[in-house]
Every structure is written in C-alpha cells, then in structure tokens.
C-alpha cells in the first residue's frame, strides 16, 4: 500500500494593526525581502527565495497558530537574516503590503466620464504598484463598466470597455513593475 502523503499545513494569516488579516505567500516574502536588500546594497539578491523558502517551512511545519503578528513575523525574517551573515538586509527588513486595491466603481462614480475615469485609474495603479506590494486587487468592474456607459444591462460595447480597461491595467502594472506576481480584476 503507498504511504499517505500529509496535507501540507496552510500559511498563517498575517495580522496587520488597523487592517484585515491577508493571507501570507512566498511570493510575498520573496518581495519584502528583495526590498530590504536593495535599501541594503545587495541589487538583485540571489538568496532572498531561498530565506522565504525556510521562512515558509517554519511556518508551515513547526508555527501552530492559524495567525501571526506582522511584528512577529518580520522578527522571524530579521533573524533569520541576521543568523544567516546578512544584518544590514535584515536592518532594513519590513513587509511589503501585501494586497493594495482599487475600487473601479466607486472610481467610475467619482469620474463618470471615460478620460477622467483613466486619468485617475492610472494615478491609482501608479501609485498601488509602484508601493512594492505583490499583488494588485481591483474589484467591481461590471458596476463601473455600467456606470461608465450609463447602460441598466450588459452590451456589446460593455464587454468593449470592460476589455480595454482590462487591458489598460495589465499593461501599465507590467509596465511599472515587471515583478508583481498577482493582479486580480473582478
């Protein structure tokens, strides 16, 4: 008979003061620790994955609480780069935001028409991206799509601006930051 393989143990959610808990990925420690070395110096860090990794393992093997503090876990990653020869990097250590986000309907409500609602969805892409953050959520497409054409039902020409803003966000995100690992549009 096979030997049963072992579920692996889901991350801990991070807990952030003021904030809802996120849930924690490597990509995202990747990202905060790549930070910290470029304030350090170190310009394309080759072991920041590799520290995520053992971070991630810890956390998932031997960490039981289903939340961790953010000051907490950016003590783990100080430490850890600190006991690995790396103390200027974890000096400068302090997690990213981990998921900034945009509301496109409220957006299209504040800018009804289309060149100032893009005028301003760049500003706010611009800004959110260009944060360090590893994923970008923007929500509520549909009802902004509607707004924005002042349509009660779905059209062609919805299913035209709702491409193009799609297409308009992927564009200046991987423009501005070839890195970021999310970008979740609903």
Not at 14 to 33: C, K, Y
Not at 134 to 160: F, I, K, P
Request: aromatic share 6%.
């Amino acid at each position: 008979m096979p030997a049963k393989k072992s579920i692996p143990a889901a991350l801990p959610l991070v807990t952030i003061p003021g904030g809802s808990p996120a849930r924690l990925s490597e990509n995202w420690l990747i990202l905060s620790i790549e930070k910290a070395a470029v304030q350090a110096g170190h310009f394309a860090w080759p072991l920041a994955p590799e520290v995520a990794r053992a971070v991630i393992h810890y956390l998932k093997h031997d960490f039981r609480r289903p939340k961790i503090e953010r000051e907490t876990l950016e003590l783990i990653l100080r430490r850890s780069l600190a006991g690995i020869g790396c103390p200027a990097i974890a000096r400068h250590f302090e997690l990213v935001s981990s998921a900034p986000s945009i509301n496109l309907a409220t957006l299209a409500q504040q800018a009804p028409l289309e060149i100032l609602f893009f005028q301003q969805l760049a500003s706010l892409v611009d800004e959110k991206v260009t944060s360090l953050a590893s994923a970008l959520r923007l929500e509520g497409l549909r009802s902004c799509v509607l707004a924005l054409t002042g349509s009660a039902s779905w059209r062609n020409s919805c299913q035209r601006l709702s491409d193009e803003i799609v297409h308009f966000i992927r564009a200046r995100a991987r423009t501005l930051s070839p890195s970021l690992l999310e970008l979740t549009i609903w």
